[in-house]
């Protein structure tokens, strides 16, 4: 790794430093005032009762479709929340019992009622179990909606935790059941001994009953790592045995080693630092390659290595093409049931889902019939057959829960989810922009059919574009009935950064071509206004963390598009952002300020830097959670603060609890959806 001048340190001529408390008092008497001040100009709207009903029925529904995941001891497991559990049920079913449509449910662990008694925010923040039969596991409670949690051990058959079982305090833990008696766990073990970002670096092997001082290292990488920290990674077959245990030890957000650990110690794979393992099937260890691999293949690719081979010879794999996408499809998800690998794929950001075997002559794959236009997710795949349950939904149509055979290609509905908004009179399109570089780049519209093409729709843009994360077609209930059912039309736009079309597309959005990433949104929103769509005064644009980032350049670049900009749980001081929360892990997307060359261009468009008296701003709209351990709430107060300097109006809210999703339950997640579009109708429906 390249060494630069450290800049990870606050910079001394910042007035607002001390936003960089994350619960320090003068931050805290800030974020309170700002709510007192913001709230009621929001909750005093007649309009924000009705929004805050309809998005809580929507989210707190009971016909919703339920969740459901494959449990090694044959039943249906998922976690569920209501209205009556806000924090969630985890519960089980078996399959006859749920292609009932009114399935019986055995509760495993009750959250609500685990918070009440132990006076805690507990929010559940999932469950690693043991194969094959996924009796026991590993309980994440996470307080408040923090990235850190605690970590119990849990019984389902029994349905309690396990008297004097694995415990984790609370930490930002990595880990995985290594067998019935041993877990491998990356956590800080020693008080600081963490990556500049706040992520463990260090993997230890913990027997059943052992104090947490006795546990055996068996990796360790460095505190200048970047990303998320080093985690244990068990590839297992689908009898659940462990074949292999990995150490992933992330250089930068997207570049990583992987280590095999076993009897002789940690030896390195001699496979690309941008690739990923994705599980394994029939003895063969799946890679997805992220760059191109002389020899081996190119950014975007399927591959096998026989893990046999692999043990062997860790620094000389060899490789077998499973599947190369086309320039218009990329890969979302890899998969394997007990004889099949399966991938879902977008093709111009449309889904499909490939089902392939393995035999004497290589491998073979036949795509499935499911719906066209549609986002194709797949929700779980079982071990003991070749079952998937998969997730299929597009913006007008209530989405469909699907079981399919991946060898026969079978299929069945087991749910369809009730319709949350009128969609009679809505249809879809999908434009393309030309960007400032030639590049074409789609984006979706829902709009309605009789709209008058006068620029004086209100319409709402949304985009992300950042780490490989694609943005595609889903059933859009709460901005169906919050939004289009109101006369608003809405626009996803998939610009570069994302992972809409593979690697390259994520590519073109790095470091120093960042700027691209902002060109992309301002030629969807120029688009949307050359189609008479909309016009500045009508059009509103919303995003949240990388997304929150992409609003502060939209408003500090652009200002002339828009009317309303609603900015989520964002990045905003990208000069200081390395030393602010886990910014340090985000460097592989950015680029380091430390770095003279990567500085100029972040100088370019930190948005924190860039606000300035004079502007055309519209009033914005900044969101934020007290407890967000990953995007420091610093971010959203330091922009709040530093607009207030300059005179301008704008709107706060900062949610005490809440996490990186600013909503630690389902009624604080309608209370910041019923503000934010009251905020929309405010800003361009009045």
Not at 2 to 18: M, R
Not at 173 to 189: C, G, I, N
Request: glycine letters at 10%.
């Amino acid at each position: 790794m390249t060494a630069f001048p450290a800049a990870a340190l606050p910079d001394p001529n910042d007035p607002y430093v001390y936003m960089e408390e994350i619960e320090g008092a003068r931050a805290m008497a800030f974020a309170k005032a700002e709510n007192e001040r913001s709230l009621p100009q929001l909750q005093n709207d007649p309009r924000y009762s009705k929004l805050y009903d309809d998005a809580l029925a929507i989210a707190t529904a009971k016909d919703r479709i339920t969740v459901v995941g494959f449990a090694g001891d044959g039943a249906l497991r998922n976690f569920w929340q209501d209205a009556d559990h806000v924090r969630g049920l985890l519960r089980s079913t078996t399959l006859d019992s749920y292609r009932t449509g009114k399935p019986e449910w055995r509760t495993i662990l009750d959250v609500d009622a685990l918070a009440k008694a132990e006076g805690k925010n507990w929010v559940y923040s999932g469950s690693t179990c043991l194969p094959p039969d996924d009796r026991l596991c590993l309980i994440s409670l996470s307080n408040g909606g923090k990235d850190a949690v605690e970590v119990r051990e849990f019984d389902v058959q029994t349905g309690q935790f396990v008297t004097g079982g694995f415990l984790l305090p609370e930490g930002k833990h990595r880990v995985t059941w290594v067998d019935a008696d041993t877990l491998a766990v990356a956590t800080e073990w020693t008080k600081g001994e963490v990556t500049t970002s706040g992520y463990p670096y260090v993997i230890k092997l913990l027997k059943r009953g052992q104090p947490l001082a006795d546990a055996r290292e068996v990796f360790r990488g460095k505190a200048d790592d970047g990303g998320y920290g080093v985690s244990p990674v068990a590839l297992r077959d689908a009898d659940g045995k462990l074949q292999a245990l990995l150490a992933a030890r992330p250089l930068d957000t997207f570049n990583a080693e992987f280590h095999l650990l076993d009897e002789r110690g940690a030896r390195k794979l001699g496979v690309p630092l941008r690739s990923s393992p994705e599980g394994l099937i029939d003895g063969q260890l799946l890679l997805t390659l992220e760059q191109d691999w002389e020899g081996h293949g190119q950014s975007g690719d399927l591959l096998a290595i026989d893990l046999a081979a692999l043990k062997a010879a860790p620094d000389a794999p060899k490789t077998t093409p499973i599947f190369r996408p086309t320039t218009s499809q990329a890969i979302q998800q890899v998969a394997t049931t007990r004889n099949r690998l399966v991938v879902a794929l977008f093709d111009n950001v449309k889904g499909e889902v490939l089902s392939f075997s393995h035999g004497p002559a290589g491998w073979s794959s036949t795509k499935l019939d499911l719906p066209k236009d549609s986002t194709i997710a797949i929700a779980s795949a079982s071990d003991r057959d070749d079952r998937m349950i998969l997730q299929v939904s597009s913006f007008l149509t209530p989405s469909t829960q699907v079981m399919a055979d991946a060898g026969s290609g079978a299929h069945e509905t087991l749910r369809t989810l009730p319709a949350r908004f009128d969609a009679s009179n809505q249809m879809v399109e999908q434009h393309w922009a030309i960007s400032r570089d030639g590049t074409k780049i789609p984006y979706f519209l829902i709009r309605s059919k009789s709209l008058k093409f006068d620029g004086q729709a209100p319409t709402l843009l949304y985009a992300y574009g950042g780490f490989q994360v694609s943005q595609a077609p889903g059933y859009a209930a709460t901005v169906g009935k919050l939004w289009l059912e109101r006369g608003g039309a809405y626009a996803i736009a998939n610009i570069r950064g994302g992972g809409e079309f593979g690697p390259r597309w994520h590519e073109a959005g790095l470091k120093l071509n960042r700027q691209r990433v902002y060109d992309d949104f301002f030629a969807v929103s120029e688009d949307l206004i050359a189609r008479k769509i909309t016009s500045p005064a009508k059009l509103g644009i919303m995003g949240g963390s990388n997304g929150g980032l992409l609003m502060g350049v939209a408003l500090t670049q652009r200002p002339e598009l828009y009317k309303a900009v609603v900015i989520q749980v964002p990045l905003f001081d990208m000069i200081g952002y390395t030393h602010i929360g886990a910014g340090a892990s985000w460097v592989g997307e950015y680029g380091d300020p430390a770095n003279p060359e990567e500085r100029k261009v972040i100088d370019t468009y930190s948005p924190y830097q860039k606000l300035a008296k004079g502007q055309p701003y519209p009033r914005v709209f900044l969101e934020t959670s007290t407890k967000d351990d990953r995007v420091h709430p610093a971010h959203a107060r330091k922009a709040a603060a530093r607009l207030k300097e300059l005179g301008y109006d704008y709107l706060y809210y900062e949610n005490i609890d809440g996490g990186h999703a600013a909503a630690a339950n389902l009624n604080e997640t309608a209370k910041r959806q019923a503000l934010e579009y009251t905020y929309l109708s405010q800003q361009l429906m009045d």
